[in-house]
């Protein structure tokens, strides 16, 4: 059997300071656990700068990404971006984002299951709270812009943190978690998920 859509996959969860103050550590939990995902470490920090630095470290393409990614919403909006270009946009993102995590307790996690990443970004929603859509944790439960965060020189509070690609959950699971504390276990759960021959339900 090929393991097609790798049910082994990982994805790093944080909830950052803003997420644990509003009370919703349960309740973004919840929602990844009861999708079907398996939660294979979790631990409760405050993240050092070092931490943080490594956390959001001087990736260029991260930077291009992220700074088009805002300029972007900026012009959809109608408005004009704060600067053209990517880089620098993203480099003040980068420091704000490094305060903003060191500034209070974050709960860390991994997350593991078919196709981790990718559904825990859908269930988690698009970045910028004013445009992530209803249903999602972001849309749900935050109400920022870029605008007010860019205007404002802070990070955009958007309560999660989700790895965006296996190179990324690899990086950031080595920086939040020693190997041992990320826990390898069968979940009951998982024979109904993934199970072939359902042959575990009835006596
Ligand atoms: P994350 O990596 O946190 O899961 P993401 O992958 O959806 O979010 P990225 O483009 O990687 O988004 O941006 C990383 C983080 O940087 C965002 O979660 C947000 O906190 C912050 N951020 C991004 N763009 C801006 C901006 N224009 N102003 C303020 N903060 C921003
Ligand atoms: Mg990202």
Known sequence: MKNFDNKQEKTLVLVKPDGVQRGLIGETIKRYEQCGLKLVAIKMTIPSKKVALAHYSVDPEWAFKTGTKSIEAWKAKGLTPPTEDPIELAEGVRKQLITFLNSGPVVAMVWQGMNAIGVVRKITGGTEPLTSV????????????????????????????????????????????????IISYRLISEAIIYDINLDGILE
Not at 140 to 158: C, E, F, G, L, P
């Open 134 to 181: 209803p249903g999602t944790i972001r849309g749900d439960y935050t109400i920022d812009s870029y605008r007010a965060s860019d205007v404002d020189k802070r990070a955009v509070r958007n309560i999660i943190h989700a790895s965006g690609s296996i190179e990324e959950s690899e990086k950031e699971m080595a920086i939040w978690f020693k190997p041992e504390e």
